[in-house]
Nanobody, 115 residues
Framework: QVLLVESGGGLVQAGGSLRLSCAASGSRFSIRSMAWYRQAPGNERDLVASISSVGNTYYADSVRGRFSISRDNAKNTMYLQMNSLKPEDTGVYYC?????????WGQGTQVTVSS
């Protein structure tokens, strides 16, 4: 079973940057396409960016050009570099598989962008 722990969130002003990390336990992390998801208050959890096991990436239109997803399979870790942050990027960020079957969801990490 893969356990996921997100970290790196915080409070930042608009235009600032944050780097999120997702640490995974278990051997199946490296063979799965993984993704970052964002859940804003009152909204559903939406996919923000994904990365395949070999590094192919996808970005939602709202973050393309500002966010960069990467992974280090040797360290069982995935990252999300977020630049030029906007207030609408505020939410709880989760990592998980890019498609079902999903791993158990972690606690997420809160990102708050002030205007």
């Amino acid at each position: 079973q893969v356990l996921l722990v997100e970290s790196g969130g915080g409070l930042v002003q608009a235009g600032g940057s944050l780097r999120l990390s997702c640490a995974a336990s278990g051997s199946r992390f490296s063979i799965r396409s993984m993704a970052w998801y964002r859940q804003a208050p009152g909204n559903e959890r939406d996919l923000v960016a994904s990365i395949s096991s070999v590094g192919n990436t996808y970005y939602a239109d709202s973050v393309r050009g500002r966010f960069s997803i990467s992974r280090d399979n040797a360290k069982n870790t995935m990252y999300l570099q977020m630049n030029s942050l906007k207030p609408e990027d505020t939410g709880v960020y989760y990592c998980n598989a890019a498609r079902a079957p999903f791993f158990p969801w972690g606690q997420g990490t809160q990102v708050t962008v002030s205007s």
